[in-house]
């Protein structure tokens, strides 16, 4: 008997299920952020196309390990900040779909067919601050990283490091306003621990006269 574990190609209302499920409640305008990881599609029906444009506000869409063999048919998505397109089976120019997206900032092509530097000039006019070609044929260049910060004045991370090779975490930059927020407060309940103690003393004084 043959091998025949071959992936199982999801129904269009399985991935509906799927996409509901994340939805909730929420108007469709509110939806920011899908992911699809794991449903099986070589590319995009026209009506996953129409189901995902449903969403026009989505900031961010991953489709990792979806079997997906080219981008025809991607969804119009203008507001897309972010495309997780890990583990699947693109050619660099499906690259050429990608670089429509003029307001994308993070890319995730990890596990792809991307293979030298010039397949990513059709990504030269994004202001790309991530990307990620992690096990790609790519990222086994000379010089690698630095290439790719060169070519792209905006980036911030290769493969999750900065330019110094030091990994990064998107939660610290996040954080860092919460930093602040939480030294304000601190400060605040340091002021009213410091006036409490002025008023202390000067009860004690009244006691004694």
């Known amino acids: ?29 509110e939806v920011e952020s899908l992911a699809l990881d794991d449903q099986k599609f070589s590319k995009f029906s026209p009506e996953l196309k129409a189901k995902l444009e449903s969403y026009p506000n ?3 869409l991953s489709l990792i390990n979806c079997g997906l063999t080219s981008l025809e048919n991607f969804p119009n998505l203008p507001n897309l900040q ?6 699947n089976h693109l050619s660099p120019q499906e690259l050429n779909v990608v670089a429509k ?21 059709p990504l030269a006019a994004l202001k790309l601050i991530e990307v990620d070609f992690t096990e790609c044929e790519i990222a086994k260049k000379p010089n690698y990283p ?7 004045s905006t980036l911030e991370a290769v493969d999750g490091c ?5 990994p990064l975490d998107d939660e610290d930059v996040e954080g ?22 002025e008023e202390k003393p000067s009860k004690k004084k009244k006691k004694k006269n």
């Open 162 to 166: 900065d330019k110094n090779g030091v």
């Open 1 to 29: 008997m043959g091998n025949n574990k071959k992936s199982k190609r999801m129904s269009l209302k399985e991935i509906e299920k799927m996409i509901q499920e994340q939805v909730e409640d929420q108007q469709p305008s």
């Open 101 to 121: 997206f003029t307001n994308l900032q993070r890319l995730i092509l990890s596990k792809n067919k991307i293979k030298d530097f010039d397949d990513l000039k």
């Open 58 to 60: 989505l900031v961010e």
């Open 82 to 87: 972010a495309i997780d397109l890990a583990d």
């Open 146 to 152: 630095d290439k790719l910060f060169q070519m792209f």
């Open 176 to 197: 860092d306003e919460d930093d602040e927020d939480y030294d304000e407060e601190d400060g605040e309940d340091f002021e009213e621990e410091e006036e409490e103690e």
